[in-house]
């Protein structure tokens, strides 16, 4: 009987590596395939920058100083489970209102301001700190990990256990005082 269990238990364990190693090899697939924007003389490549377990492609470069931990920063976010590419039947959650117009989203109680978040914040998702670690004011980035750097093996609100994640962040601006 117990050897049953711990089998099973190595089973599951097994699993869920399987699902984050899957899920890491569609981050990858999406990065690739979304590295490069035709600009007027060509294609260029857009900056991919990897920490931890997170994986941050910069769609628009920010200026000033790089968030550091235990800095604050206030952005717009879009949140979205990843299964391969983003969508909006994936969203979440968001406070960026352009981003909730497009996915048809009607709140009755909207509230799109700028979050404020120290990123020394002992609840806030490795992945998600990992990600936001560097950014600039005015940078506009997407935040991709696996589950293993998100929310894990436990189901969060509507969000399925083991999920991989991608947020579209917005910065407004960056504190390291």
């Not at 997170?54 to 100083?65: C, F, H, I, P, Y």
């Not at 800095?71 to 981003?99: D, M, P, Q, R």
């Not at 909207?110 to 560097?134: F, H, N």
Request: negative net charge; hydrophobic residues 35%.
């Amino acid at each position: 009987m117990i050897l049953g269990c711990i089998a099973a238990v190595s089973c599951m364990k097994e699993k869920r590596e399987l699902t984050y190693t899957n899920q890491e090899s569609k981050i990858d697939q999406y990065i690739n395939s979304n590295m490069y924007v035709n600009g007027e003389d060509g294609t260029d490549t857009l900056r991919v920058v990897y920490s931890g377990g997170a994986n941050r492609l910069v769609l628009e470069e920010g200026t000033g100083e790089e968030l550091k931990t235990g800095g604050t920063i206030s952005f717009y976010y879009a949140g979205y489970t990843f299964t391969g590419n983003k969508s909006a039947a994936n969203l979440f959650v968001t406070n960026h209102e352009e981003t909730a117009t497009a996915a048809g989203w009607n709140l009755t109680d909207a509230e799109y301001g700028l979050l404020t978040l120290d990123l020394g914040d002992a609840g806030l998702m490795s992945g998600l700190k990992d990600g936001l670690t560097g950014v600039k004011s005015g940078e506009h980035c997407q935040i991709l990990f696996s589950g293993k750097y998100g929310f894990g093996k436990k189901p969060f609100g509507i969000i399925p256990a083991n999920s991989a994640l991608l947020f579209e962040i917005w910065v407004g601006a960056v504190s390291n005082e």
